[in-house]
């Protein structure tokens, strides 16, 4: 009986994977606005990067924003300084010396509303801003020429947020793994997405219109969470407004990766105040995605080992096949010999998450606990 139970499980668990691959493999959206002709016609917008101690990050990041591909006369830049240490805005200040559009570093003082951290600089660059269009990304970011073009043809009316995807990127075998993790949990929310269901959007990836925006009162108008970009998205789309996802090369950003264990699981345990907030039916999905692992513990259990190995073989090819149409997507090559390595990374991963849950606590957030 248990037997059987448990098979039945990780059959389902694999076909609801494989689903996600058929759709992600087979499903586009639409093509979008075409991007305009005349200087005129291209819409104002203001990129916001909020930055702390990240005077060795943002010469990377500006340089990149240099590089666009938009009409200088339509596009300003604007970095927030919020309390650095380490020479943050002198840095920004060099990095931007030069540039022909408008640019602008801001020392970040006091609080808005209840927004603290990073919500309360991108409120005060928000105020500052002149866009119709605010596009939002991090210091340790660096943004392809196309970034803005790519997320602004998915912006149509009504859509008040898009997000564009995230790749890690980097020298060490650690990198590598955090790059796989990112992409395939981004081809699984373009999956959901696609369907019409709200997930998330990533602050280092970001549109949102100024009407949208200011029609949730903006940052200082939000209770305070340590995923602003999660709370800034829910209060969009409860203005009425859409959303898209842009799961393509000319949308993808690369980061930098987190430098140790100790930061990643540091940076997840952050993310995991963002999933408490999600819709009950989603946080449900996702617990059901992680309880593979117990499942295969215990089949391996109750109808032995080479039963498990051969299901958890399975999940590799299947979960390694989305991964791997990820890549494709994004434009980058698949480091496929890593697959198993991944599954213990991913099986780390989870354990952690599962303890951080049980434990609660608060999160250190740049220096900040919340």
């Known amino acids: 009986m248990m037997v059987n139970f448990l098979l039945a499980y990780c059959g389902l668990w694999l076909l609801g994977l494989l689903f996600s691959v058929v759709r992600f493999a087979w499903v586009r959206p639409p093509a979008g606005q075409p991007a305009p002709t005349e200087v005129q016609d291209f819409p104002r917008v203001s990129i916001l990067v909020a930055a702390r101690n990240e005077a060795v990050a943002l010469p990377r990041c500006?340089?990149?924003?240099?590089?666009?591909?938009?009409?200088?006369?339509?596009?300003?830049?604007?970095?927030?300084?919020?309390?650095?240490?380490?020479?943050?805005?002198?840095?920004?200040?060099?990095?931007?010396?030069?540039?022909?559009?408008?640019?602008?570093?801001?020392?970040?003082?006091?609080?808005?509303?209840?927004?603290?951290?990073?919500?309360?600089?991108?409120?005060?660059?928000?105020?500052?801003?002149?866009?119709?269009?605010?596009?939002?990304?991090?210091?340790?970011?660096?943004?392809?020429?196309?970034?803005?073009?790519?997320?602004?043809?998915?912006?149509?009316?009504?859509?008040?947020?898009?997000?564009?995807?995230?790749?890690?990127?980097?020298?060490?075998?650690?990198?590598?793994?955090?790059?796989?993790?990112?992409?395939?949990?981004?081809?699984?929310?373009?999956?959901?997405?696609?369907?019409?269901?709200?997930?998330?959007?990533?602050?280092?990836?970001?549109?949102?219109?100024?009407?949208?925006?200011?029609?949730?009162?903006?940052?200082?108008?939000?209770?305070?969470?340590?995923?602003?970009?999660y709370a800034l998205f829910r209060a969009v789309l409860a203005r009425g407004y859409g959303f898209g996802h842009v799961f393509s090369a000319p949308a993808r950003a690369d980061s930098l990766p987190m430098p140790s264990w100790g930061a990643l699981l540091t940076q997840r345990r952050r993310w995991l105040r963002g999933v408490q907030a999600l819709p009950l039916r989603l946080r449900l999905e996702l617990a059901a995605y992680s309880t593979i692992w117990p499942a295969l513990a215990a089949l391996a259990v109750v109808a032995g080992p080479g039963v498990a190995l051969g299901i958890w073989g399975w999940k590799i090819a299947v979960q390694g096949l989305l991964t791997g149409l990820a890549f494709r997507r994004a434009g980058l090559r698949m480091p496929w010999g890593l697959l198993p390595l991944f599954e213990l990374y991913t099986l780390a991963i989870t354990a952690f998450l599962t303890w951080a849950q049980i434990r609660g606590g608060k999160v250190v957030w740049k220096g900040r606990s919340y």
């Open 62 to 229: 500006l340089a990149a924003l240099r590089a666009l591909h938009y009409p200088l006369a339509r596009l300003e830049i604007l970095v927030g300084d919020d309390g650095s240490t380490d020479g943050t805005a002198a840095v920004a200040v060099a990095a931007l010396r030069g540039y022909a559009g408008a640019a602008r570093v801001l020392p970040i003082v006091g609080t808005r509303g209840a927004a603290r951290g990073k919500a309360n600089v991108l409120a005060q660059l928000a105020e500052a801003a002149k866009g119709e269009v605010f596009f939002i990304t991090d210091a340790d970011i660096a943004v392809p020429p196309t970034w803005l073009g790519a997320l602004l043809a998915a912006a149509g009316p009504g859509v008040g947020i898009v997000t564009g995807i995230t790749a890690v990127r980097g020298p060490r075998l650690f990198d590598a793994l955090q790059g796989m993790d990112w992409l395939l949990s981004l081809a699984l929310v373009q999956v959901v997405s696609d369907l019409g269901r709200p997930v998330t959007a990533m602050g280092n990836n970001m549109l949102v219109t100024r009407a949208a925006y200011e029609a949730t009162g903006g940052y200082a108008a939000l209770p305070f969470s340590v995923t602003e970009d």
